[in-house]
């Protein structure tokens, strides 16, 4: 029930705010239209001023309607029976979930919405605690190696299933490779926010079982990949001990050099914003999430101006971790301009191998820890067959002579 109350308020709220949003986007253009006449007009400004207190009004109605909206549905929430047992959201309801932080979820976090999803470790659809013993136990039994899946870009700890409810991570286990969890975090906040609590989670595991955990291997699938740098980062900074034992880092069609359709969509912006008539549609254009538009250059570090942050070009711990890029192409080739720039529908080649024409913006790897598969597109990379079996061979593959976790 309480689950049920969460998902009400949590929807009731978001039409209150698309309600407040749609009267001011209308308002813009109403107005901007009014005072483009108004000037040739008599008594031209007191038709603006009628316009905007007409506005006002209705903006007045819409708070008075949340607020006893948000008030009933509190106290239905605080008079509900407490469930036995936490109540599971279903994988339809996680997946139109997911997808809605990914688009807004900057801004349900910001307003305390119910429906921003918590970063939290999952297996099987579930929250778990990374403290748990029975964590430990099944850490030790897969011979000490983590392996942690972070989605992308609205998605979530579900979708990396194929139709047969099989996973890269049910296949490593099967194949002896390692325990395999998977994150779930809202992709709408900014991607170097995500990454400081996913280093943090990973912090609050390894000294849980630093007896048992020896080893992580940490999966990215799109965004994920720069969520996985991000983590890296932060625990590089503030020197963090799961680092030493993480081995790998494999990121699966990751924009590390930024999403085209994401430059797309910032130009679009700027160009709404250059007349007086489409400025408040783009103000609607630019409410596109963070974490989408950190995607436009694969921003993996904090770009917050305020804070005094960098850029971090390089890849963390590339001494002794190994980083492995893997792309895709539509294509039946995987060389040539139509292929590398076509790429998996979403991401280039060249960004998904992290290669710039200019060498210092290019994130040097060997060429062994590069692969591009052909003939798939972007989700494709989380569940094909080719593409399991090269991530089992990276992570079945033995260390380096020089240890990963040495000091």
């Known amino acids: 029930m309480k689950t049920r109350m969460k998902w009400l308020q949590g929807t009731a709220q978001l039409g209150g705010d698309g309600l407040l949003g749609a009267i001011d986007t209308v308002e813009g253009m109403h107005l901007a239209i009014v005072e483009s006449v108004a000037r040739f007009v008599p008594f031209g400004g007191l038709v603006t001023r009628a316009t905007a207190f007409t506005y006002a009004r209705v903006r007045d109605v819409a708070h008075v309607t949340r607020r006893t909206t948000d008030g009933a549905l509190a106290l239905l929430e605080r008079n509900a029976p407490r469930g036995s047992a936490r109540e599971e959201i279903g994988a339809t309801q996680l997946a139109w979930l997911s997808a809605l932080n990914g688009a807004i979820g900057d801004s349900l976090e910001a307003s305390a919405n119910p429906l921003a999803i918590d970063l939290c470790v999952c297996r099987e659809g579930r929250e778990l605690d990374p403290r748990s013993p029975e964590l430990a136990r099944a850490i030790d039994a897969a011979d000490g190696t983590l392996i942690l899946f972070v989605h992308g870009l609205g998605m979530n700890d579900l979708q990396w299933r194929d139709a047969d409810g099989e996973s890269f991570g049910t296949r490593l286990e099967a194949a002896g490779m390692g325990h395999a969890l998977y994150l779930r975090y809202n992709s709408g906040r900014r991607i170097s926010a995500n990454g400081r609590d996913l280093s943090r989670l990973l912090q609050t595991l390894h000294e849980a079982h630093a007896r048992a955990l020896r080893r992580i291997v940490l999966v990215g699938h799109s965004m994920g990949g720069l969520v996985s740098r991000a983590a890296c980062m932060h625990a590089r900074r503030h020197r963090l001990n799961w680092a030493g034992a993480l081995d790998q880092v494999i990121c699966l069609g990751t924009p590390h ?151």
Do not use: C, Y
């Not at 700027?270 to 538009?293: D, N, Q, Y």
């Not at 101006?305 to 971090?312: E, L, S, V």
């Not at 591009?372 to 989700?379: D, I, K, N, Y």
């Open 257 to 407: 050099l930024g999403a085209p359709l994401e430059r797309f969509g910032d130009s679009l912006s700027t160009l709404l914003a250059g007349t007086p008539w489409t400025r408040s549609l783009a103000t609607v254009a630019e409410t596109r999430s963070a974490g989408v538009k950190d995607l436009r250059e694969g921003w993996a570090s904090d770009r917050d101006r305020n804070d005094g942050a960098t850029d971090d070009p390089d890849l963390p711990f590339a001494d002794r971790v190994r980083w492995r890029f893997a792309a895709a192409t539509l294509s039946t080739r995987s060389a040539g301009t139509r292929a590398r720039w076509i790429g998996d529908g979403l991401v280039p080649v060249p960004s998904a191998l992290g290669q710039h024409e200019d060498p210092q913006r290019s994130l040097h790897l060997r060429a062994g820890d590069r692969h591009v598969f052909t003939r798939l597109g972007h989700m494709d990379l989380l569940v094909d067959a080719e593409v399991h079996e090269r991530i089992r061979d990276w992570v079945a593959a033995p260390p380096p002579r020089h240890s990963p976790h040495q000091k």
